[in-house]
């Protein structure tokens, strides 16, 4: 069976909200795919739900041109390091550093990785005036364009031009500019996933409410203060400034489970003891407080416990009678003489008994219960909403990581024990963490650290803008780069690189009397470059579209460019290299179902072994054929389609081919 031939055109990021409507509101789209609104209000009315016109929300100038960032498909390609890539210490490497803008990344990962990103952290420009953030990006839009896209006044329109235009720094512009990273990040995020966002005072305010409208307000889960600089920023006016933020939501709070930190080897042997259930440490009283503890609010939990004082033997009984005249009857009455409650009733009392500690104190017979470690026998603590070690300095920080590079390139990177602290609780010894705003590359060198400590399998994905290093605001970088590393047009991307590189080196010295060949310590490398002039993903006639690109000046390289950013389009990750299928002198790729016809010089014969192979090899059950349109002739595309429509094979494939442009 197969489906017949469609043709595709551009390259967009999923609007999954905007399926999710198709499917369940189908009757309020119209011929041209157009949402009607109003139809939409009218069938929710009848379910009762009303609309009001007052709420609480954010807004600035520039956000209907953020909103329309988010969802403005891209125009860009992604193209494979395919030399870096296939050294031995990065063939098999599931970590990636992708060279680009961040929000171009986002966008082409949006498929491939949508809700595979277990934790996401970013350490975003500060805004603080100092920093160097300004807004810039190079989409162009007319005034009018911008109006009718975004469905603005035509003056709205202007200032929203203006300040894009003048690489402005004011709130409107950052929040503009993190606003479409953070949206499209949100669908990269698992359902029990968690972002986490440094931030310092000059826009935390504002970062906490788009957090609040993009992820819901019910999915925050802490403003967290840390202690960066313990000395104080004796330049600030008031105070000395010691600390910064990061911020945590969950993708679904429901189902978002955080880690807790082990307890460290001298906390174990001052706080924790052990019998024979296990590990325990001295916990509360047996006797409730707070406002609910009153015996007259809790009737049930007021009972008495029997003691016999010889033997410290204690329990209860139904009837609340002892079962000796002798023994002491205790209740929960505090030194005050306040008449409470216990926490546990008497059937949790009979199951947890070997949970409580019996002692005698000069305020008389007291029981504390006994607090036991949450999985297994190993002592946890969670995480306090204050974050402090003497190893989170910057200070200390830069000193390491001049130390790496022999000269002091990068200013105030962030500590990797901070980093670690975070992935430890944010997720798991096999999930996938993304950093867009990788700058030194901390988070990927804080990965690999921690996966050769507890020999773990997280995986990164870092992003870093190739910004180009100004040699008179840094110099040693500027030279670093240029001079040692050879490369010709300096920028932070190449440190990044560099970073992890060295950073894995370190870590294989470091521990050479451990086996870390199961370790992935090297990573691949893919860049975001700008489509070819005249390429019209937009060209809404096809003969037009084609008289208007060259298609005869693509190299091999472009090519490859163009299937690496199809496969991850069609949700094949980057990681994930396609397999060459020979088709007697033509040579597919396939991979997850997909295969593509890239190149010239499909014939007839080419098809019969296609549809050969599709019969005959078990392991080759393409779903999908993606063929590059500009490298067939009309009717050779036409006898694919109608071949393949026509075509019952043996396993009942049900095939879908599509043209693209």
């Known amino acids: 069976m197969s489906k017949g031939q469609r043709i595709i055109g551009n390259i967009t990021p999923p609007n999954k909200d905007l399926e999710t409507l198709k499917k369940h509101f189908s009757q ?11 139809k939409f209000k009218k069938q929710l009315s009848k379910n009762e739900i009303n609309f009001s016109k007052e709420s ?10 953020a909103r329309l960032l988010a969802t403005d498909e891209t125009t860009t390609l992604l193209k494979e390091d395919e030399t870096f890539n296939q050294k031995k210490e990065n063939k098999k490497s599931e970590n990636l550093l992708i ?54 006044s035509e003056e709205r329109a202007k200032r929203i031009l203006d300040f894009t235009q003048r690489k402005s720094n004011s709130h409107s512009a950052w929040l503009t500019f993190i606003y479409p990273r953070l949206h499209i990040a949100r669908q990269l995020l698992k359902e029990d996933g968690a972002i986490f966002v440094s931030i310092d005072d000059n826009e935390i305010a504002q970062l906490k409410l788009l957090l609040d409208e993009i992820f819901g307000e019910e999915n925050f889960v802490g403003e967290i203060p840390t202690i960066m600089n313990l000395k104080g920023n004796q330049d600030n006016f008031g105070f000395a400034e010691t600390h910064e933020y990061f911020l945590v939501y969950s993708k679904n709070k429901n189902k978002t489970v955080l880690n807790k930190f082990n307890i460290d080897e001298e906390a174990l042997l001052e706080k924790w003891k052990e019998d024979e259930y296990g590990l325990y440490k001295v916990a509360d009283n047996l006797r409730a407080t707070g406002e609910n503890a009153p015996r007259e609010k809790r009737q049930n939990l007021w009972y008495p416990i029997f003691l016999n004082e010889e033997t410290e033997n204690f329990y209860v009984t139904n009837d609340n009678k002892s079962i000796n005249k002798s023994d002491k009857i205790i209740f929960p009455i505090n030194p005050e003489g306040k008449e409470l409650s216990w926490y546990w009733g008497k059937s949790t009392f009979r199951k947890k008994k ?4 019996l002692n005698k104190t000069k305020n008389g017979w007291q029981f504390y219960r006994k607090q036991r470690p ?11 909403s204050f974050f402090y070690k003497s190893d989170y300095s910057t200070s200390t920080a830069t000193t390491q990581l001049k130390k790496l590079f022999n000269a002091k390139i990068f200013k105030a990177p962030k500590p990797v024990p901070f980093i670690i602290d975070l992935i430890i609780v944010g997720m798991s010894q096999e999930d996938l963490i993304l950093d867009f705003f990788a700058g030194s590359g901390t988070t990927a060198d804080a990965v690999m650290q921690l996966n050769a400590k507890d020999n773990g399998n997280r995986k990164f994905i870092l992003a870093q803008l190739p910004e180009r290093i100004d040699p008179k605001s840094n110099k040693t970088a500027y030279d670093f780069v240029k001079n040692e590393l050879k490369i010709e047009e300096p920028t932070i991307f190449e440190i990044t690189k560099e970073r992890l590189i060295r950073a894995s080196k370190k870590i294989q010295e470091e ?11 090297g990573f691949k490398i893919f860049e975001i470059m700008p489509i070819w002039e005249d390429y019209d993903f937009e060209s809404e006639e096809l003969e037009k579209q084609i008289s208007l690109f060259d298609e005869s000046k693509l190299t091999k390289e472009d090519i490859r460019a163009l299937l690496v950013t199809w496969k991850t389009y069609d949700g094949v990750s980057l990681s994930q290299s396609l397999q060459d299928i ?10 997850n179902s997909k295969l593509y016809l890239m190149d010239k010089g499909f014939k007839t014969k080419n098809l019969k072994t296609l549809l050969e192979k599709i019969d005959g090899d078990k392991d080759f059950n393409p779903t999908t054929i993606i063929a590059f349109g500009y490298h067939f002739e009309s009717k050779n595309l036409r006898e694919i389609s109608e071949n393949i429509k026509s075509y019952t094979n043996k396993k009942s494939i ?3 081919f599509i043209t693209r442009y």
Request: aromatic fraction near 14%.
């Open 28 to 38: 309020c789209f119209d011929k041209n795919e157009n949402f009607d609104f109003e």
């Open 511 to 521: 521990n050479k009397d451990k086996d870390l060949s199961n370790q992935d310590l």
């Open 56 to 65: 609480y929300g954010m807004d600035w100038l520039g956000k209907s041109y």
């Open 654 to 656: 049900d095939i879908d």
């Open 354 to 357: 070997h949970n409580l500690i």
């Open 99 to 152: 060279k680009g803008d961040n929000l171009e990344v986002l966008k082409h990962l949006s498929n491939a990785y949508y809700e595979k990103i277990r934790m996401i952290y970013i350490d975003p420009p500060y805004n603080t005036g100092n920093d160097g953030f300004v807004y810039q990006d190079d989409r162009k839009f007319t005034t009018q364009e911008l109006q009718e896209l975004a469905g603005i």
């Open 374 to 384: 949450d999985i297994g026998n190993i002592p946890t603590k969670k995480p306090k």
């Open 582 to 591: 020979d088709l007697i002198g033509y040579t597919a790729n396939y991979s």
